[in-house]
């Protein structure tokens, strides 16, 4: 019976022949370790017109074009976080993050995109944004860029033209010197690969351009070089207000399919062209050798010069170093395999083509509401350890995690703890084993507006009631185990709060 009692707390293990139970480390978040959640400007804040604020591509196209977003919806309202955002500080006091991620409209600040008039209004509100969160002892985390151009230059060629580079520079001077006091964390763009592919590969998401295996590698080229000028314009501008500036990037864990040689090599590919094609010229000086070599190859298949303009050297000597921390979004693994039925599959020319593999998500991980994401914890384990391995174990902070699900499960959302708990114990493993992983910040605070798929999924930890005038927010059962988490700094599988025991309380 004691052995029982006692026996989650130890380990057995023999030495010399001879059985001892020896403690184990409990397993531990620092004090230090900087629990968030994150959001961002048009998914969540609404008031798309009020304040001086000018268009964004966001706010013109689902105007013009309902049809691309799959319920026909929009986020001129949404989670009403523009006006709502006392009661907003007010939710994340209570769930005890230690930071909060959110991101800046850039036409909110410069309404035509260009310095040529400032907006009082918009800094006005983020100033306050801002000082109430410090008041509540909690830390902005602020993205720059995450996906809300300026229609003045979505219709004008966009990330695929150098001159948005200036632009966004021009931009980021703006928010350095109207927030840098306060702020100390800045994140200069959301997710290069997801954004370039369905803006600019596949011409799904706003500005709608559909440009094959092109305009892709344009859009991710352009964005290294706005981010490495943002990073640079900080460190030359402003490094004295103490803070730190990186680039968040998505990154899925891909698995071999197979034992096969060519699977194997399928895996190298996939993290070389979907995560090293940004994160090595920031951190090694260029693009990785797999990267050139495949889109050269197939360019040269197809009868035309790479279709990836290599970086010349001096673009090499600005975007390298360009980082204090790298940010990390992280949903899922995927199976990867190359083998015949590859050849064919894709479109040609492509970015899909040139990586060439198959890719799927494994049936017996447990599903989300999305096909292609799906629980697989250890997967996350590995990403961790192969950033650090890989890239001279970089200061990390997941910038996203986070597990949608329809609306039928309420607030009773015990897949989503179970994800969030599997993936912050794989966390902590990764960081006994040298990790340098500093934070971790759930996608997303309360549901919102999911771009393309509008209000399908619901990835809150707040559940919000879209149909009610006030946007009623009613936290979940994964708030109420996210905040036992961050209270003790420990992952406790027994806590199980009822969350309708709280009568709809908004914590
Ligand atoms: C984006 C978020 C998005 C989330 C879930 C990420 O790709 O940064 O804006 O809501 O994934 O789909």
């Given at each position: 019976m004691?052995?029982?009692?006692?026996?989650?707390?130890?380990?057995?293990?023999?030495?010399?022949?001879?059985v001892?139970?020896?403690?184990?480390?409990?397993?531990?978040?620092?004090?230090?370790?900087?629990?968030?959640?994150?959001?961002?400007?048009?998914?969540?804040?609404?008031?798309?017109?009020?304040?001086?604020?000018?268009?964004s591509?966001?706010d013109?196209?689902?105007?013009?074009?309902?049809?691309?977003?799959?319920?026909?919806?929009?986020?001129?309202?949404?989670?009403?976080?523009?006006?709502?955002?006392?009661?907003?500080?007010?939710i994340?006091?209570?769930?005890?993050?230690?930071?909060?991620?959110?991101?800046?409209?850039?036409?909110?600040?410069?309404?035509?995109?260009?310095?040529?008039?400032?907006?009082?209004?918009?800094?006005?509100?983020?100033?306050?944004?801002?000082?109430?969160?410090?008041?509540n002892?909690?830390?902005?985390?602020?993205?720059?860029?995450?996906?809300?151009?300026?229609?003045?230059?979505?219709?004008?060629?966009?990330?695929?033209?150098?001159?948005?580079?200036?632009?966004?520079?021009?931009?980021?001077?703006?928010?350095?010197?109207?927030?840098?006091?306060?702020?100390?964390?800045w994140?200069?763009?959301?997710?290069?690969?997801?954004?370039?592919?369905?803006?600019?590969?596949?011409?799904?998401?706003?500005?709608?351009?559909k440009?094959?295996?092109?305009?892709?590698?344009?859009?991710?080229?352009?964005?290294?070089?706005?981010?490495?000028?943002?990073?640079?314009?900080?460190?030359?501008?402003?490094?004295?207000?103490?803070?730190?500036?990186?680039?968040?990037?998505?990154?899925?864990?891909?698995?071999?399919?197979?034992?096969?040689?060519?699977?194997?090599?399928?895996v190298?590919?996939?993290?070389?062209?979907?995560?090293?094609?940004?994160?090595?010229?920031?951190?090694?000086?260029?693009?990785?050798?797999?990267?050139?070599?495949?889109?050269?190859?197939?360019?040269?298949?197809?009868?035309?010069?790479?279709?990836?303009?290599?970086?010349?050297?001096?673009?090499?000597?600005?975007?390298?170093?360009?980082?204090?921390?790298?940010?990390?979004?992280?949903?899922?693994?995927?199976?990867?395999?190359?083998?015949?039925?590859?050849?064919?599959?894709?479109?040609?020319?492509?970015?899909?083509?040139?990586?060439?593999?198959?890719?799927?998500?494994?049936?017996?991980?447990?599903?989300?509401?999305?096909?292609?994401?799906?629980?697989?914890?250890?997967?996350?384990?590995?990403?961790?350890?192969?950033?650090?391995?890989?890239?001279?174990?970089?200061?990390?902070?997941?910038t996203?995690?986070?597990?949608?699900?329809?609306?039928?499960?309420?607030?009773?959302?015990?897949?989503?703890?179970?994800?969030?708990?599997?993936?912050?114990?794989a966390?902590?493993?990764?960081?006994?084993?040298?990790?340098?992983?500093?934070?971790?910040?759930?996608?997303?605070?309360?549901?919102?507006?999911?771009?393309?798929?509008?209000?399908?999924?619901?990835?809150?930890?707040?559940?919000?009631?879209?149909?009610?005038?006030?946007?009623?927010?009613?936290?979940?059962?994964?708030?109420?185990?996210?905040?036992?988490?961050?209270?003790?700094?420990?992952?406790?599988?027994?806590?199980?709060?009822?969350?309708?025991?709280?009568?709809?309380?908004?914590?």
């Amino acid at each position: 019976m004691w052995l029982w009692t006692v026996l989650p707390f130890f380990t057995l293990f023999p030495v010399d022949g001879v059985v001892v139970v020896t403690p184990e480390l409990e397993k531990r978040f620092p004090d230090n370790f900087l629990f968030g959640v994150s959001s961002s400007a048009y998914q969540i804040e609404g008031s798309w017109n009020v304040d001086g604020k000018g268009q964004s591509i966001w706010d013109y196209y689902p105007h013009k074009q309902p049809e691309i977003v799959q319920d026909c919806t929009n986020a001129d309202v949404t989670a009403d976080s523009y006006r709502l955002f006392k009661q907003d500080i007010q939710i994340l006091k209570h769930l005890g993050v230690k930071s909060y991620r959110f991101s800046i409209s850039w036409t909110r600040i410069l309404p035509d995109g260009t310095t040529n008039y400032i907006n009082p209004r918009g800094i006005a509100h983020y100033r306050k944004f801002i000082d109430l969160l410090l008041e509540n002892d909690i830390l902005p985390f602020v993205t720059l860029f995450h996906w809300d151009l300026p229609i003045a230059f979505g219709k004008n060629g966009s990330w695929l033209n150098e001159n948005t580079v200036d632009r966004f520079g021009d931009y980021v001077r703006v928010a350095f010197l109207a927030f840098g006091d306060k702020v100390k964390h800045w994140i200069t763009i959301n997710e290069p690969y997801i954004l370039c592919l369905y803006s600019y590969e596949l011409g799904m998401l706003p500005p709608l351009i559909k440009s094959p295996g092109k305009g892709f590698y344009e859009c991710g080229r352009n964005m290294l070089l706005g981010h490495a000028k943002a990073y640079r314009i900080y460190d030359e501008e402003f490094r004295f207000q103490g803070g730190e500036v990186g680039l968040t990037l998505d990154a899925q864990w891909p698995i071999a399919a197979s034992g096969s040689e060519e699977d194997a090599e399928a895996v190298k590919d996939y993290l070389a062209l979907y995560v090293g094609q940004y994160l090595d010229p920031v951190i090694k000086g260029d693009y990785p050798q797999r990267l050139t070599a495949r889109v050269a190859a197939a360019s040269a298949r197809q009868g035309t010069e790479s279709r990836l303009r290599p970086l010349t050297e001096e673009e090499k000597k600005f975007i390298h170093g360009t980082y204090d921390f790298i940010g990390i979004n992280h949903y899922t693994s995927v199976m990867v395999y190359r083998n015949e039925s590859v050849n064919g599959m894709y479109e040609k020319p492509s970015f899909y083509d040139d990586v060439g593999i198959g890719i799927y998500v494994n049936d017996s991980w447990p599903a989300s509401s999305l096909d292609f994401m799906k629980e697989y914890a250890p997967g996350f384990y590995s990403l961790l350890l192969y950033l650090k391995d890989t890239y001279n174990n970089p200061l990390v902070y997941i910038t996203e995690n986070g597990f949608p699900l329809s609306s039928a499960e309420g607030l009773d959302d015990r897949k989503k703890v179970n994800y969030i708990r599997n993936y912050l114990d794989a966390l902590m493993d990764a960081r006994a084993d040298g990790s340098n992983c500093q934070g971790y910040f759930v996608w997303s605070l309360m549901d919102s507006f999911e771009w393309a798929a509008g209000y399908q999924y619901k990835f809150g930890l707040y559940q919000v009631d879209f149909d009610d005038p006030d946007k009623k927010r009613t936290a979940r059962k994964s708030a109420l185990v996210y905040k036992e988490i961050i209270r003790t700094g420990t992952i406790d599988v027994s806590y199980d709060p009822d969350p309708y025991q709280h009568n709809g309380s908004l914590y």
